[in-house]
């Protein structure tokens, strides 16, 4: 397959997302959206040891890698996920996946023969 | 973390209609396990001990795999790191992070249940993921050819 492969675009895009994913912090507020929904900096600062500004730059750095977008609701920013490219960075695991799914295949052939 | 296990690891669960003792030869014997992994290893599969194997991959010349045993538990445990994918010739990779490839071994009345897990893909970077997404695509393409050719023959 050519570096132009179907495969290759989808990891082209995913490699911001993991890159982005690489952070502890990050990835509890990624966890939090996806199980709570969309929330306002307010309550994704509650109760949190990193000051507003920090969670605020964090959110910037996933908005920058796609994986969540804000809206404006009256006076208050408020954060949600954006499922697609959450989707982009499985794709890599998926294909790892496969690999693994072929080479179990040979093992079982070769001792079962 | 659920979100994190997801991203991090990967696992595989099967059922081999064969004794556990066969299974456990398959992957602790050198040999047997070049044989069905595809790509011919020389070294020794024991407790700290490193194996290497070199093949041809298309487009990018001889490269280089390599494999450092951690665990070796006859008939039960297997384990060893590598850096998947590092295929890029003319790149040291020794001083990355591996991801921990895990083999369990139980027996069911059916043969053997053979558990895989790989792990650690968190702390792989970005930049290499992205690179081994496309060395994998190229790779086992060729693979399958391999497997064809010595089917067929």
Do not use: C
Request: proline residues 4%; hydrophobic residues 45%.
């Amino acid at each position: 397959m050519s570096l132009h492969s179907a495969g290759w675009r989808e990891v082209s895009r995913a490699a911001p997302v993991f890159a982005a994913l690489g952070d502890e912090t990050r990835l509890a507020l990624v966890a939090r959206l996806s199980s709570e929904g969309p929330l306002s900096i307010t309550r994704l600062t509650a109760g949190s040891a990193v000051t507003r500004q920090a969670i605020t730059k964090h959110l910037d750095v996933l908005a920058t890698a796609g994986l969540v977008s804000d809206v404006w609701r009256g006076r208050e920013r408020i954060w949600e996920l954006e499922p697609e490219q959450m989707e982009a960075a499985r794709a890599y695991l998926e294909h790892v996946s496969k690999r693994w799914d072929e080479a179990l295949g040979r093992l079982k052939k070769f001792v079962e023969a | 973390m659920k979100l994190h296990n997801s991203t991090d690891r990967i696992e595989k669960e099967i059922v081999l209609r064969a004794p556990r003792t066969r299974v456990w030869h398959a992957l602790a014997d050198v040999e047997q396990f070049s044989a069905w992994f595809g790509i011919k290893l020389v070294g020794s599969f024991a407790p700290g001990a490193r194996a290497h194997g070199q093949f041809e991959l298309a487009g990018h010349g001889e490269v280089t795999i390599e494999i450092a045993i951690e665990r070796m538990d006859p008939e039960s445990r297997m384990s060893f790191r590598w850096h998947p994918y590092a295929f890029e010739p003319g790149v040291d990779y020794s001083s990355e992070p591996t991801t921990l490839v895990e083999f369990q071994l139980e027996e069911v009345a059916e043969g053997t249940r053979l558990t895989v897990v790989e792990s650690g893909f968190d702390r792989i970077p970005a930049a290499r993921r992205a690179e081994a997404f496309h060395m994998n695509d190229a790779g086992w393409a060729e693979q399958m050819e391999n497997i064809a050719r010595y089917v067929a023959s």
